[in-house]
């Protein structure tokens, strides 16, 4: 069973600070990883793509993948209480269906 | 643009009933997805359409009927739902089938009553 696994949390953090989310998963194909947000009754929106080992900064985002260790994960700088959310995790391995993990819910405190 | 549109957004159907989900995208995606997803739960897999073509149906129930005109379009049709089928259904698009990036719609908000 192919399987993608996050704190469920839910994360507190003050205004300002750096959010860190992190995933581990199982299957060691995996080639592509994804961070989603979603608000609560609303659809998921793509954050970033990772698809190779090190950092990848989208302004305050950085998503950092490490194969050998299969974990990846996500940093929010000067994290804002527009940022509180749950962030989806997800994972495409060798075939072609994504799996993702349950989710850490964010908060970010004003 | 990166938009995928679904309608209706909301939806409250009778067991006996039969009514359609429909999503749309003009990105030029050759693939799209249905999901289904409960509350405080990830989105769930239900069919993949690759060139119009079902790639992928995890072994959903035969009551719900996926369809893909062209293109552009994907329908889900739905037929003898039960309560428990009552959840957030998600349409997303992708480039291709490989390593591509999904972008979801708003998603139809289900009620089997």
């Known amino acids: 069973q192919k399987e993608v696994e996050q704190n469920s949390g839910p994360l507190s953090v003050p205004e300002g600070a750096i959010a860190s989310l992190n995933c581990t998963y199982s299957d060691r194909v995996s080639q592509s990883f994804f961070w989603y947000r979603q608000y609560s009754g609303k659809s998921p929106e793509l954050i970033m793509s990772?698809?190779?080992?090190g950092d990848k900064e989208d302004g305050r985002f950085t998503a950092q993948l490490n194969k050998a260790s299969q974990y990846v994960s996500l940093l929010i700088r000067d994290s804002q209480p527009s940022d509180s959310a749950t962030y989806l995790c997800?994972?495409?391995?060798?075939?072609?269906?994504?799996?993702f993990g349950a989710g850490t819910r964010l908060f970010v405190k004003a | 643009d990166t938009e995928v549109t679904q309608t209706p957004k909301h939806l409250v159907m009778g067991m006996t009933n039969k009514k359609s989900l429909k999503c749309e995208q003009h990105?030029?995606?050759?693939?799209m997805y249905w999901y289904k997803q409960k509350a405080k739960k990830p989105p769930e897999l239900m069919f993949v359409y690759s060139y119009e073509k079902l790639s992928i149906n995890e072994s959903v129930p035969s009551r719900f009927s996926p369809e893909c005109p062209n293109s552009s379009l994907l329908n889900l049709h739905l037929h003898a739902l039960q309560p428990e089928d009552s959840a957030l259904y998600l349409c997303?698009?992708?480039?291709?089938?490989?390593?591509?990036?999904?972008?979801f719609g708003p998603g139809t908000r289900l009620t089997v009553t």
């Open positions: 990772i698809y190779s080992n």
């Open positions: 997800a994972v495409k391995g060798g075939g072609f269906k994504t799996i």
């Open positions: 990105m030029g995606h050759r693939a």
């Open positions: 997303a698009s992708s480039t291709g089938l490989a390593d591509y990036e999904q972008y």
